[in-house]
């Protein structure tokens, strides 16, 4: 199962995977990162900052989980925006090497595949962050996606939008399609780092890890994956029913092991 650390603070969090991340681009210096969006991975990005420092990052490579259909790439809520935004310009990392779908209509109908041979040329992404909605998603498969999933256009729910409307000026502005890595794809990454904080993501976390896997709940796929790891603050964790037999497995955890 998913090895679920609980922490104190999402900036704690941010360290711990990014202290992780490190180690990763220290061993292999072109590592794949699969890259989330949203709220959530920021404290990530902000400990990675210092922490690259000195550090070579010119041959990291990155791909996004998603990007909205039909948003101008030039729209600062676009993910190509964002990715670069917050994680390639203050990471200093190249921008040629970071991907993101590509969601310009006029190329939609080859887009996801497209995406798919792009992550393989690239031998697959090391290190997945992920964030967690409210439905559940993780990247933006909605209830109902299949675990066999591959880069695919979806829609999104209402309660997404919703969510994301934060973002934009209004939730008639937060686009209806989005292009997202499936399930499928997610599940091929070799090592997933599943991440939420708050009291609004605790019963998404606890069906993610704790409850039946099923398409119903996308974030649940992760059950079916051999290196997981959930890191959370209390309030997401609350809802968990082995919590407490989690903190005892993590403060017991061999020093030899690693995430
Ligand atoms: C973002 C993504 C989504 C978010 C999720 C949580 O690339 O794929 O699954 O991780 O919607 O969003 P936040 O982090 O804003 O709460």
Request: hydrophobic fraction near 40%.
């Amino acid at each position: 199962m998913a090895e679920v650390v609980i922490v104190p603070t999402p900036a704690d969090a941010g360290a711990l995977v990014a202290d992780e991340i490190v180690r990763l681009v220290q061993s292999r210096p072109d590592a794949v990162l699969g890259l989330a969006t949203g709220s959530t991975p920021l404290p990530v990005y902000e400990a990675l900052r210092p922490r690259l420092d000195g550090i070579d990052v010119s041959r990291v490579r990155g791909f996004a989980l998603d990007e909205y259909v039909g948003i101008d790439p030039q729209h600062p809520e676009s993910y190509r925006s964002v990715i670069t935004r917050e994680v390639v310009e203050p990471l200093g990392l190249d921008p040629r090497l970071i991907h993101t779908p590509n969601g310009a209509l006029e190329t939609i109908a080859h887009a996801g595949e497209d995406y798919e041979a792009a992550i393989a040329e690239a031998g697959g992404v090391d290190l997945q962050i992920l964030g967690i909605g409210t439905s559940g998603h993780i990247g933006f498969n909605e209830p109902g996606s299949s675990f066999a999933s591959r880069t695919r256009v979806k829609t999104l729910i209402e309660q997404t939008r919703v969510d994301n409307a934060r973002f934009f000026d209004s939730i008639d502005d937060v686009p209806m399609h989005c292009i997202t890595q499936g399930l499928g794809t997610i599940l091929r990454a070799r090592h997933l780092f599943l991440l939420a904080f708050g009291e609004a993501k605790a019963e998404a976390i606890a069906g993610a890890v704790e409850g039946p896997v099923t398409a119903s709940l996308p974030g649940s796929a992760i059950q079916l994956h051999e290196h997981v790891t959930v890191v959370v603050d209390e309030a997401a964790a609350s809802r968990l029913r082995h919590a407490d037999y989690y903190r005892y497995t993590y403060a017991h955890k061999p020093a030899w092991q690693g995430l």
